[in-house]
């Protein structure tokens, strides 16, 4: 897990315990584990939607484009001198 060994992810843990008390280290937790669910939902999403256009570009069927919106029209140059 990222490199930490269980020794350092238990000074980290009491660390965490003495500087945010026995009391509020519970909801941060739960607000960590809850965040990082939504992260890795997020991600999973991305990744479903990239891999969806690329097997739609592979079949050569881009459905999902857009046509290019037109510029919009331009006034025309007054010559007020």
């Given at each position: 897990?990222?490199?930490?060994?269980?020794?350092?992810?238990?000074?980290?843990?009491?660390?965490?315990?003495?500087v945010l008390g026995p009391q509020r280290l519970p909801e941060i937790a739960r607000a960590l584990g809850r965040g990082i669910a939504a992260l890795k939902q997020a991600a999973d999403e991305t990744q479903s939607h990239l891999r969806d256009e690329l097997q739609s570009v592979r079949a050569g069927s881009d459905v999902t484009a857009t046509p290019p919106v037109p510029a919009p029209p331009q006034k025309p140059a007054s010559d007020d001198r």
């Open positions: 897990m990222f490199g930490i060994g269980f020794p350092e992810l238990m000074v980290i843990l009491i660390l965490a315990l003495i």
